[in-house]
């Protein structure tokens, strides 16, 4: 079985050791069942427009499960995403990724500049 973990820098573990607490989790998670391969797709700073142009390397995985963990930077005065963009390109990538087999991990949009009706 393969899983992969596809978001930003909290999946990708910035600022941490030993290549951040995901990569730690990967290693555990395979170590412990070792039938199982956990594939990490984080990178420092991106949001969930830069997500949908790195799909189509978490799809050429072919995972059986996907984990999606986008949101921080989103909803980051510094991005220009709004709710209803952040909600569309997670669809997006639902819906690419199919629906049983992905779930997501993400905060909800929260960002003190930006009305969320």
Sequence with gaps: MKITIFGDSITNGFGMDEGGSSNIIARLIEKNEPK???????ING???Y???LRLKYVLVEEADLNFIFFGANDASPYHLIRPA???ENLLKMIAQLGVERTVLITPPFY???EPTH
């Design 46 to 48: 991106d949001d969930t």
């Design 36 to 42: 199982l391969k956990v594939v990490l797709h984080g």
């Design 111 to 113: 960002n003190d500049d």
């Design 50 to 52: 830069g997500g949908l």
């Design 85 to 87: 963009e952040f909600r």
